[in-house]
Nanobody, 122 residues
Framework: QVQLLESGGGSVQSGGSLRLSCAASGYSAGTDCMGWFRQTPGKEREGVAI???????DYVDSVKGRFTISQDNAKNTLYLQMNSLKPEDTAMYSC????????????????WGPGTQVNVSS
């Protein structure tokens, strides 16, 4: 059974950095598309970054140049390095795996982690 578990969230000031991790079990990172999503209360979950099996990446416009998605296949772990954080980045961040078309669409992914909270203060 596939399980995903995020860690690394916390509280930082605007301009700070955090690195999120997503440890996968029952699943081999790098064999399929994986992604990071975020959600704030009252809003729909949105895709933040995705990484394909060939290592290519894509980002939502609001985080381009600030966030970097990567994966360590040996450790079966997905990462999201977040720099120059802004208050609007405050959200619950979740990782997702096993997609149909490797998109930013929620329906595209089969497995989800419970999430890790990121709070950015001004």
């Amino acid at each position: 059974q596939v399980q995903l578990l995020e860690s690394g969230g916390g509280s930082v000031q605007s301009g700070g950095s955090l690195r999120l991790s997503c440890a996968a079990s029952g699943y081999s990172a790098g064999t399929d598309c994986m992604g990071w999503f975020r959600q704030t209360p009252g809003k729909e979950r949105e895709g933040v970054a995705i990484i394909k099996s060939d290592g290519s990446t894509d980002y939502v416009d609001s985080v381009k140049g600030r966030f970097t998605i990567s994966q360590d296949n040996a450790k079966n772990t997905l990462y999201l390095q977040m720099n120059s954080l802004k208050p609007e980045d405050t959200a619950m961040y979740s990782c997702a795996a096993v997609s149909l078309i490797c998109s930013f669409e929620i329906f595209d992914y089969t497995y989800w982690g419970p999430g890790t909270q990121v709070n950015v203060s001004s």
